[in-house]
């Protein structure tokens, strides 16, 4: 995808989300059901099963856990080798307990899944792939390997060769079935959070980013009488003193003169009074664009009005997710671009659109579906040498899709060449309904309240 990498959580690093107390009370639960179906083969069913040595079995199930507890505190973190070692004690206790009771024969080998799905939700690939091949190696040998089960009166107990192998086979398909479906439902879910994550910080960002310059704005307006006063005395003491004195008061007012322009130019991003919270649609566009207009590309501004009577372009809120959006659209169109960014702005009576194109290579053709997912890799031997530095993660484009999608907009993303634009660059296209956005309408302007103010 034609946008930044970012920092993505492996997962060694989300193997560190299980807590010791979860894994401790899902073995209780595991060794009393252990016991029951024991005892109740044995006492109830009366099957002739090495009961010493399945007690034996779950009795070191049940001391490992009280281990456990004893040595670490219930809230610790288990570690990806941690979290490894205990999935794979569990799948061998369990290994163990088929192997005395009739192997595949007896209908409880199903459980052999519960470790794969455990490994394949919380653990790294290689470690999720590794207990799942164990979980297959087991369920191969259980069928040949195991001590008979037998009824009270003797007899073996075991399914027709035909049925054998049908549970076997079926076991084959489950745990390789649900492995990969555990592993694709998790990875979605965990891509999502980390993106929704990454957009949320993203957009406080840049709330911070507006509130901050709204104090330097309110600090400079404020300074200004003092440092006009200041540079007024100074002046008059150049009239009165001379030699070292001159120099000191010519001084002060030089440094107050530079101080003033500091904060002038410190407070060009401050909004905070309440006239400057609307603006021109136009303006909201150059100011996402600006910081991309020194990277040695030519990003060109137009506007469009449509039809008679719409020159007056629409009033709208200066908000965070709008600016932050398109400055990520800009961004990642000046990143693929050959020479040239054309941002064009319209609106009409009805709707507000922002068209972004770029004369690069355009999106690739097979992700375009698939535009605005986080972490979309890039195929091999696709477009990324356009921006060889990086792989890119599809992340940037999906922070920008949804904070403008937040705002009630509608993004379509194309290539020139399949709209007959300006060759065969990307085009992304931002909609609005002009109501939802345009403060300066009848229907939605409201009188002006009086400056809020930032300091206590």
């Known amino acids: 995808m034609r946008q930044s990498d970012t920092t993505i959580l492996t997962g060694a690093q989300r193997g560190n989300w299980i807590r010791l107390r979860t894994m401790i009370v899902l073995r209780w639960v595991a060794i009393a059901g252990q016991m029951l179906a024991i005892m109740t083969a044995h006492y109830v069913f009366g099957l002739q099963v090495p009961i010493d040595l399945c007690l034996v079995a779950v009795a070191i199930s049940a001391v490992s856990n009280l281990v456990a507890m004893f040595i670490y505190p219930e809230n610790k973190r288990l570690s990806e080798t941690e979290n490894l070692a205990t999935t794979y004690f569990d799948l061998l206790q369990l290994g163990l307990l088929l192997f005395l009771t009739g192997g595949l024969n007896n209908p409880f080998a199903v459980l052999l899944l519960g470790p794969v799905v455990l490994s394949s939700t919380v653990l790294a690939l290689r470690s999720a792939v590794l207990v799942g091949l164990t979980a297959l190696i087991l369920t191969t040998l259980l069928m040949f390997a195991h001590v008979p089960l037998r009824a009270g009166s003797g007899a073996v107990m075991e399914l027709p060769r035909i049925f054998m192998f049908g549970h076997w086979a079926a076991l084959v398909i489950a745990i390789l079935f649900f492995g990969v479906y555990s592993r694709r439902v998790t990875s979605e879910i965990n891509s999502m959070s980390d993106a929704l994550a990454a957009t949320q910080m993203a957009l406080a960002r840049e709330q911070k980013l507006t509130d901050l310059g709204g104090v330097v704005a309110a600090a400079a307006h404020e300074m200004g009488t003092p440092l006009a006063t200041i540079k007024l005395a100074a002046a008059e003491l150049m009239e009165e003193l001379d030699g070292d004195s001159r120099e000191d008061a010519e001084l002060i007012r030089d440094q107050a003169d530079r101080l003033r322009d500091i904060l002038r130019s410190m407070g060009r991003a401050g909004k905070e009074d309440t006239l400057y919270k609307t603006t021109p649609l136009v303006e909201i566009v150059r100011e996402a664009a600006e910081p991309h207009q020194g990277r040695g590309k030519a990003v060109s501004l137009a506007t469009h009005p449509a039809g008679a009577g719409e020159a007056n372009q629409p009033t709208i809120d200066r908000r965070p997710e709008i600016i932050h959006g398109l400055r990520n659209l800009v961004q990642n169109a000046v990143d693929f671009a050959q020479s040239a960014v054309w941002v064009e702005t319209m609106w009409t009576s009805d709707t507000i659109s922002v068209r972004i194109q770029d004369d690069g290579p355009g999106f690739p053709p097979h992700l375009i579906g698939r535009i605005g997912d986080p972490f979309v890799r890039l195929r091999r031997g696709s477009a990324a040498k356009a921006r060889p530095e990086y792989e890119g993660m599809g ?13 009630g907009a509608e993004l379509t993303f194309a290539n020139g060449a399949a709209t007959g634009t300006r060759g065969s660059g990307a ?28 300091l206590p």
């Not at 992340?395 to 705002?407: N, S, V």
């Not at 992304?428 to 309240?449: I, K, N, Q």
């Open 395 to 407: 992340l940037g484009l999906f922070i920008a899709k949804t904070l403008l999608e937040r705002t």
């Open 427 to 454: 085009i992304v296209e931002v909609l609005w309904h002009r109501a939802a956005l345009d403060t300066g309408r009848s229907d939605a302007a409201v009188p002006l309240a009086p400056n809020r103010p930032i």
